[in-house]
């Protein structure tokens, strides 16, 4: 219910947005188009009055005013095309570094790991195989069911309004991101195997940036090194040491716990192309577990905001739920991070920008965090190369905003209905089994996996609107019911 609500919302408010802005442009379409175009001050339209006035002609209602302006062009770069260095290789880093490199920039990309398996789930949706060119034996799985379970163990099947070539599909981080990575080498990117330590803001204007970083240099030795760049792109998760010398602000983070578990044939068989997802006090106070397909292995995970503590109990509980299914299973591989929950307070300073987990592209109820990390990367990358006209200019800050603003525009929906879901939805076990039996609801799961799969906020119908609210405020009082009942047993 508050998906499809506040979807209509966005889409109804988005609409009228759109409307307002096209009776404008229509209004003005006599106009020339001219970069740097801008209203005059409140002196410009003084002075046009006194002009009219000295003339001895009454003085008309001064029409709006405007006043062209050139546009401030950065500084040409002399014998060089501008430096971009990229500190972070996953995917936010490796689409920044591929694009900055086929624009023309001399681009620098250093990954601290480049065999990182990051505790991810690694789903990525249908639009991103597509729009990134991912090689189909990247993905590890093609998920077309889905089973969402109640804290009451009600399980709800999700996935039947996939069309015939649609799918969630499954990766391993190490193997997607060394894909990326290794595409940002061959558009002509320097890839550096080094841990990044801090970064000198330039002593001028158009100075450099310094960064101090240390180079692996293979069997155990490392160097110190510096690195003169013109731009950083901050790409170095939730963690992101390039956040902290921008002064970008804190925020709050989830932490993620992963085990890889490797279990017999059989039962690998019954997770194919299926995932589960576990909701419940149990596994997660504000979050989910899940159970998700790999190629030879399944990955079993949870994540919590508000109890860290916990994690291993919560994890324990995950298993517990599942436990029939990888039943025989040997872990493989254990893994935990840090996940953040909303976007930086500042998010560029300078000629320093943040993507992905740095900029804190997480979104809230699902978690997802790989596509838009990928998208973020490459949306920064095209600024700069658009800014520095294929690196040929020096950059400036508001060149880095215009990719903060266009990103904003496309996903803040998006964020927000998720906020919004995570809020009514995960606070107490009737509010999950609710959400779960509302899983179950056709409608629900073709808006789901329409505005998951291609991104977009869908709109909703009225009427479909109106009956699931109906059956969502019944599943709400159903639940609150059977707690009550169950609290008088106990």
């Not at 096209?22 to 175009?37: E, I, K, V």
């Not at 939805?425 to 808006?447: I, K, L, T």
């Not at 906020?457 to 405020?473: Q, R």
Request: charged share 25%.
């Amino acid at each position: 219910m508050a998906s499809v609500a506040v979807t209509a919302a966005v889409s109804s408010s988005s609409s009228t947005a759109t409307a307002s802005k096209t009776l404008t442009l229509r209004r003005h379409n006599h106009l020339p188009s001219f970069s740097g175009l801008r209203r005059s001050s409140p002196n410009d339209a003084t002075t046009s009055l006194s002009l009219a006035a000295s003339r001895g002609r009454k003085s008309p209602s001064p029409p709006p005013v405007l006043v062209v302006r050139a546009a401030k062009q950065s500084p040409k770069l002399s014998g060089r095309n501008l430096r971009v260095a990229v500190i972070g290789g996953g995917p936010a880093g490796g689409c920044a570094a591929e694009t900055l490199a086929k624009g023309g920039v001399e681009t620098f990309l250093i990954e601290r790991k480049l065999d990182n398996s990051k505790p991810c789930g690694g789903a990525i949706p249908l639009c991103m195989v597509g729009e990134f060119d991912l090689p189909l034996d990247i993905i590890d799985r093609r998920v077309t069911k889905m089973k969402m379970i109640s804290p009451s163990n009600v399980a709800v099947d999700i996935g039947r309004t996939l069309k015939p070539h649609e799918y969630i599909g499954m990766v391993r981080r190490e193997v997607l991101d060394a894909h990326l990575r290794d595409r940002a080498a061959s558009a002509g990117a320097s890839v550096i195997n080094g841990l990044f330590l801090k970064l000198d803001p330039p002593p001028a204007p158009d100075a450099p940036y310094t960064l101090h970083y240390v180079r692996y240099d293979g069997g155990g030795a490392s160097t110190k090194c510096t690195l003169e760049v013109d731009a950083v792109v901050g790409a170095d998760g939730a963690n992101s040491r390039v956040a902290k010398s921008i002064g970008a602000g804190d925020y709050e983070y989830a932490i993620a716990f992963q085990e890889r578990i490797k279990i017999p044939d059989d039962k690998m068989e019954y997770y194919k192309d299926l995932a589960e997802m576990y909701v419940g006090d149990d596994v997660s106070p504000d979050f989910y577990g899940w159970v998700f397909p790999k190629c030879d292995h399944v990955a079993v995970g949870t994540g919590t905001v508000t109890h860290k503590p916990d994690i291993k109990k919560f994890q324990s509980a995950t298993r517990l739920r599942a436990k029939d299914k990888i039943e025989g299973g040997k872990i493989i591989r254990i893994e935990a991070h840090p996940i953040p929950e909303h976007p930086r307070p500042r998010r560029s300073k300078g000629r320093v920008a943040l993507v992905g987990d740095a900029a804190g592209y997480v979104t809230k109820c699902s978690g997802e965090g790989i596509y838009f990390a990928a998208k973020s990367g490459r949306m920064c990358g095209e600024a700069i190369v658009v800014g520095s006209e294929n690196g040929k200019r020096l950059i400036n800050e508001d060149d880095l905003k215009k990719y903060l603003r266009e990103f904003d525009r496309l996903y803040w929906p998006t964020y927000k209905v998720l906020d919004v879901l995570q809020k009514v939805f995960y606070r107490s076990n009737p509010a999950r089994e609710a959400f779960v039996e509302m899983c179950g609801d056709d409608y629900v799961q073709r808006m789901t996996f329409d505005s998951y799969l291609y991104k977009r906020v869908v709109p909703g119908n009225p009427l479909e609107d109106l009956k699931l609210a109906v059956n969502t405020i019944g599943s709400l009082v159903r639940a609150n019911a059977l707690r009550r009942e169950m609290a008088k047993l106990s």
